[in-house]
Antibody, heavy 122, light 113 residues
Framework: QLQLQESGPGLVKPSETLSLTCTVSGGSISSSSYYWGWIRQPPGKGLEWIGS???????YYNPSLKSRVTVSVDTSKNQFSLKLSSVTAADTAVYYCARHTGPSTHNWFDPWGQGTLVTVSS | DIVMTQSPDSLAVSLGERATINCKSSQSVLYSSNNKNYLAWYQQKPGQPPKLLIYWASTRESGVPDRFSGSGSGTDFTLTISSLQAEDVAVYSCQQYYSTSLTFGGGTKVEIK
């Protein structure tokens, strides 16, 4: 059974870079059958897609975040990562990693990780 | 970006009654070459990640109770819970995957009246 687990600091200072890792177990991130994505949810608000990556390194980003976001994949560790630079309080959210259900971003997400709360505060 | 607008923001329904949630996209998510609507529905309970309920607008995910159904095409979609159960209290969100820039609706909170 495929499982995803987010990890990283729960507190980041304003203007710094948020870094999270998603570890995939029960399956290979190198599979050509899936894309892998990051989604976030500010407290009490809706879901926002951040970006997605393929095992080859191909990436797609939310245009509103593109200038600050990098999503990368490490097939040797079966992980993919998120970096979000120049964070502000508006970036405070629960961050989820998830798998697309096909070899493109034109697919829904399933399964999802449990999520990790990242707070931006000095 | 395709904007997904859900209504209502919240609704309270008696146990055993029908709950209806609407999702409207700012442009069609129907792909003409395969006649499929690129829309999914998720259920999210407090403190949990979203759970996939429906994809292709009306295909129920394996294991999802048949009281959940999705309908609609083009720009207007509906998630219906035919007979609300206590365990259905949650936030429900739609998502379009037609565009490379994926977007979600703002969510609808379903409570027991």
């Amino acid at each position: 059974q495929l499982q995803l687990q987010e990890s990283g600091p729960g507190l980041v200072k304003p203007s710094e870079t948020l870094s999270l890792t998603c570890t995939v177990s029960g399956g290979s991130i190198s599979s050509s059958s899936y894309y892998w994505g990051w989604i976030r949810q500010p407290p009490g608000k809706g879901l926002e897609w951040i970006g997605s990556t393929y095992y080859s390194g191909t990436t797609y980003y939310n245009p509103s975040l593109k200038s600050r976001v990098t999503v990368s994949v490490d097939t040797s560790k079966n992980q993919f990562s998120l970096k979000l630079s120049s964070v502000t309080a508006a970036d405070t959210a629960v961050y989820y990693c998830a798998r697309h259900t096909g070899p493109s971003t034109h697919n829904w997400f399933d399964p999802w990780g449990q999520g990790t709360l990242v707070t931006v505060s000095s | 970006d395709i904007v997904m607008t859900q209504s209502p923001d919240s609704l309270a329904v008696s146990l055993g009654e029908r709950a209806t949630i609407n999702c409207k996209s700012s442009q069609s998510v129907l792909y003409s070459s395969n006649n499929k609507n690129y829309l999914a529905w998720y259920q999210q309970k407090p403190g949990q990640p979203p759970k996939l309920l429906i994809y292709w607008a009306s295909t129920r995910e394996s294991g999802v109770p048949d009281r959940f159904s999705g309908s609609g095409s083009g720009t207007d979609f509906t998630l219906t819970i035919s007979s609300l159960q206590a365990e259905d209290v949650a936030v429900y969100s739609c998502q379009q995957y037609y565009s490379t820039s994926l977007t979600f609706g703002g969510g609808t909170k379903v409570e027991i009246k």
